[in-house]
Every structure is written in structure tokens, then in C-alpha cells.
């Protein structure tokens, strides 16, 4: 009888156990590119760059060109997307999110772009770190 309420009592902890660190962790991420995605679609392209580190080592790897810098990334930005039939609505197909260290991940997807000038869609890579305690993306490679 003993075992039987040792058993049920183990069972009633482990499923009251609170989430893990790498489910909060893809949730926090989530969030991120989920308000991206609100942002981007209001053309609020200030508001879509709060997911970026804002850091002269912000990196962003687009059309065989290497930029750097948070404001050299949102300049980029605003040229290319100077208004919603430009910015027109983006849709994130999440396919990987992979820890690389405890306060680092990596997350794979695809990106589409429906507007009236043309779609476009295409694939990234970002990389997402803690920083002082909030997940930014440190560098971006989107083809």
C-alpha cells in the first residue's frame, strides 16, 4: 500500500511540474515572431526591429550582401519597404527552433510576402540570444 501511495504521489508531482526551460524558452521566441508578424503587417517596421538586438554587431545576411548594425539593417528596411504596398503581409512558417547553448537558439523558417506588386517567399535563419535577460535576434541570413 505504501508503494502504491509513493507511486501516486510521484505521478500527481510530475504532472503538476511547471513548464520546462526550453518550452518557455520557444514560447518567449514564439511571442517575438508573432508580434513581428503584427508589426511588419501594420508596417510598423521601428516596431518589427524590437526583435533585433539593437547593437553595431547586429548582423543580417541578404542578397549575397553582409550588413551590420541594427540601424543599418532598419535603414535597409525602410528603403525597401517604404510603404504597406511595399511591406504588404508577411506569414512565418516556423519549421526549427534548436537550442545551440542555454541562452541561445537558432530557428528555421519560411517567410511569405502576399502584395499587390508581387509575392515574394523565401527561407531564414536567425539566431536568437539572451540578453540581458530578453531574447533578441543577433543575426539574420534570409534568402
Known sequence: MKAILLLFSIAVICSCSPMSTIEQDHRAIMAILNQQERDWNNNDLEGFMKGYWKSDSLYFYSGKKLKSG???????YLKNYPDKSYSGTLKF????ISAITTNSYFVMGEYN???NMGNATGTFMIIFKRIDGEW???????C
Open 70 to 76: 541594427w540601424q543599418t539593417t532598419l535603414d535597409s
Open 93 to 96: 512558417n516556423i519549421v526549427k
Open 113 to 115: 510576402l502576399t502584395r
Open 136 to 142: 533578441k535576434i543577433i543575426a539574420d541570413s534570409s
